[in-house]
């Protein structure tokens, strides 16, 4: 049977869950605090600062999840430096390896960024800092932002074409995790972005354009579900067994609820913005959770 593989399960622990969920959130919040520094207009611009604030500090977390989760964290620095020699190695048919490096050299776009933005925002008053903001408002600025949120999306949807490659039951039944895992961790940056832009008054004014934003995030998020399912054909049933029916209720309500609440109706209008923003969070959360752990059952 196609959907029937004879492999070892990756047999991963819960630090991997927060490795995927949060990824996720530093790619896309990096890849919409430079849509708003580019595309928005002058009052987007609070709000783009807020999304690169937000990508740095969560994509910090996210090698120290990966080397928790190895087991042996020490060697974490054997996927990018030869051990023998020294000298930096990279494996471009290595998934791996690819992942590694991109977390590194995007780490590298974010910290850059996240320090621009306090520049901006008034919190690093400093002439280095001053010089790093002018040199990041040209041509040479928007280069960087184009080329960090590449690096960035990389990161977002790099987690589903991780298990995708593998031989593992559901992973490699489907062509859809790189795209569902994309759509849905940026789904969760604008949840996050959004929470944080309310609590800035002069950053507010994004609040509907990133609405706006997550409606289609949302919108292609239950397109690739449906196809998810579809794909999987008779592999379906392992994912559908037991407790993961519940773990599938929380995926939907963290695309429904917010989705209904985006259209405005009636009874949406006195929704505090906190509260689709967390629906979407703990969606995406459950998503990563049943497609990661269902499979390794």
Same mark, same amino acid.
């Given at each position: 049977?196609?959907? *029937?593989?004879?492999? &070892? ?6 630090? $991997? ?19 708003? #520094? ?15 604030? !937000?990508?740095?500090? =969560?994509?910090? =977390? ?8 190895? +087991? ?34 995007? +780490? !590298? ?6 320090? *621009? @933005? ?16 002018? @040199? ?24 589903? =074409? ?8 559901? %992973? ?12 849905? +961790? ?6 996050? $972005?959004?929470?944080? &832009?309310? #609590?800035?008054?002069?950053? #507010? ?13 949302? !919108?292609? *998020? ?7 399912? $579809?794909?999987?054909?008779? =592999? ?11 773990? %599938? ?5 963290? @695309?429904? &609820? ?8 009636? %009874?949406? #209008?006195?929704?505090?913005?906190? &509260? ?22």
């Amino acid at each position: 049977m196609p959907g *029937e593989h004879f492999t &070892v399960a990756p047999h991963w622990e819960w630090w $991997i869950l927060g490795y995927f969920f949060l990824a996720g959130i530093a790619g896309g919040s990096y890849a919409l605090g430079t849509m708003l #520094r580019l595309v928005g207009d002058r009052r987007d611009q609070p709000a783009a600062r807020v999304a690169f604030l !937000i990508a740095f500090p =969560v994509l910090v =977390v996210c090698p120290i999840l990966l080397t928790v989760d190895l +087991g042996q964290p020490f060697r974490f620095w054997h996927m990018l430096i030869d051990s023998s020699s020294g000298v930096p190695v990279f494996k471009y048919w290595s998934p791996m390896s690819l992942g590694a490096w991109a977390l590194t050299v995007f +780490g !590298i776009f974010a910290f850059v960024s996240f320090v *621009e @933005a306090l520049v901006l925002d008034g919190r690093i008053r400093h002439p280095l800092g001053n010089r790093l903001a002018r @040199a990041l408002s040209g041509i040479f600025g928007r280069l960087f932002l184009v080329v960090g949120t590449l690096l960035g999306l990389f990161v977002a949807g790099y987690t589903g =074409v991780l298990l995708s490659v593998s031989n593992q039951p559901v %992973w490699s039944d489907t062509w859809t995790l790189c795209g569902l895992f994309f759509v849905s +961790g940026l789904s969760a940056a604008t949840a996050v $972005i959004g929470i944080w &832009v309310w #609590r800035r008054r002069d950053a #507010r004014v994004t609040t509907e354009k990133l609405s706006e934003a997550d409606r289609y995030f949302v !919108i292609m *998020e239950l397109v690739l579900l449906a196809l998810f399912f $579809i794909t999987l054909g008779s =592999v379906v049933s392992k994912i559908l067994s037991g407790g993961w029916l519940l773990l %599938w209720l929380l995926v939907l309500a963290g @695309a429904l &609820v917010p989705l209904a609440v985006h259209f405005r109706p009636a %009874w949406a #209008r006195q929704v505090p913005p906190l &509260v689709p923003a967390v629906f979407a969070l703990v969606g995406v959360l459950a998503l990563r959770a049943v497609i990661i752990f269902s499979a390794q059952s």
